[in-house]
């Protein structure tokens, strides 16, 4: 063998072992775009920050008094609470009106969307008064919506440390103040100056008509069981999750069925406790988001809920008025899909979620938030894509106990950003596609905690009952405290890429609840972010050249005498359903969302990105319950811009 021969001969393994190095760095690593193709795809889209108002003279704080047994975590227990909604609140008829849920001062603001000119009104927080509260009690978040049906829009807060309340608006308020809202109990109370009720500590509601009666209910989703998680007086009867991936013992859920309601200077809202819908190991998950939507076509909406510490669970909805049913359903168990990427089965943190048609198919798709941070924690979000063929195949899946979903996140570019959130699919641009916006970031701080908490998750589930083995995590600590907003768009690859830098919306500031509305009425959609011991930011949309768009207010039918400009011009049509079908074959979709999400609840009209090539009008299908629960389909040719209709027992344009 010749000494070049001799040399080869030695030293082969390495060079294939470096050469098989390389191929799988290759194919192992991270998709990245040009430059070039991530100014091309940022370039139809532009907004511009502004500061929101904000009530002074309250007590400011950087973390919570928590449970003793938590006190060397405290700013992980601290890590959640700051909500932001958008909608219509003072009846103008622009969703121009913030509901913010701020720890700093754990209060639940109202104030209007900043921009020229005088502002319509003062900010002010909400008052709970008379009904009792405590400083161990925390809101969490706020849905805008009317609970009464008397076409104002009232406010749902819940919060840690007791049960929800409801801020109904008056007849004949003047103005937007604190004294617009009268305060009462979902789940009623022994009335004293002291709370009896129950130590919820919930995360998330998600509103909507379940049951199928014309009437909207809702679900509240808790996080740690029952408890006095921010009472710094005790230092017991709380508890930690029982495992990283299948703990169920978290807070039980419940559903609040509406059974009836009245107007006036003291109006009423009454809700019936369900409290025995949910098997225990889906009640008993620790929740962090949920979403209602009718995915299969028959108005009654499905649930998503996203659990962290466990599976998240996607719930059939088998309701009939007046009575609640709904039934787990999961992906069919595939060799080659790894258990912790199916529906309903995953041991991922869920952390938000979100519905909207992602492959343009006309069927609806989900996006699931999770923990996704390189040297973190590396689990993927999820792009749960819908697989079936068409409605009623879908509604053969769910029925059979199966759903049809496969989690696409990887191809798509929608698999990693960070510590996930809240997240949002809207269009706005109206090209047509949705942009995926979500929220990233935990805790804020200098002292890195990564590597103690990646210990833990590592750790033996015994050891998670006692925070003793948990990492310190208090102020000055940081676990992915740079972390910030992403703003996936689709590329012409059909990639998303997070143009956030291009669009100066990547401050590394932990983010939490996504607002969406077209609070000035021009077409596209405006959004606003909910920061985690930061102030909350409005992004006004100033995209050049947008698409053609379809906009919709859809309401019941107004109380008598009512007009929009006292601010009762009807309760919008929560779970109706649209499809929009354009001149060249395009089936988009939109509906009235009554409040889904973690933290940030869009507004309730519809808004559907046509396209720039649309011009004429557009085949419009509306399928809604009214307030009867008898369902209602209808076809329209709509053009684009924005329409009102009242939906009865037919469509009326107004």
Known sequence: MSQKGSWLHRRLPAIVALAL?????????LPSASASELARTASGFSFQPASIAMPGGYPQQTVRKVNQKYQDINAWISSVGSGIAMNDLDGDGLPNDLCITDPRIDQVVVTPVPGPGTPRYAPFALNPAPLPMSNTMAPMGCVPGDFNEDGRTDVLVYLWGRTPILYLAKAGAVGLTM?????????PHSPGDRYDGPQWNTNTVAVDDFDGDGHIDIFVGNYFPHGPVLDDTKKDGVAMNHSMSQAFNGGEDYFFRCTGATAGAEPTATFELVSDVLPRDVSKGWALAAAANDVDSDLLPELYVAHDFGPDRMLYNRSTPG??????VKAVRDPLVPKSKRVGADSFKGMGVDFGDLDGDGLYDMYVSNIAT???LEESHFAFVNSAKDQKDLRAHLDDGTAPFKDESAPLGLAWSGWGWDVKMADFNNSGDLVVAQTTGFVKGEVNRWPQLQELAMSNDNLLSNTTWWPHVRPGDDIGGSQRLHFFVKSDSGRYLDIAPRLGLDAPVPTRGIATGDADGDGRLDFAVARQWDEPVFYHNQSPNPGAFLGLRLTHPAPAGATAATGT??????GAQVKVTTADGRVLLGRVDGGSGHSGKRSNEVHIGLGKDVTGPVRVELNWRDRTGQPHQQELSMT????????GAQAQER
């Open 21 to 29: 190095v390389a191929l799988l760095f290759q194919l192992g690593r």
């Open 179 to 187: 004294n617009t809202f009268r305060p009462v109990e979902v789940l």
């Open 323 to 328: 009575k609640i049913k709904f039934a787990p």
């Open 374 to 376: 390189t040297f973190g």
């Open 569 to 574: 011009a009807g309760s919008p049509v929560v």
């Open 640 to 647: 684009p811009g924005w329409h009102s209709f009242e939906l």
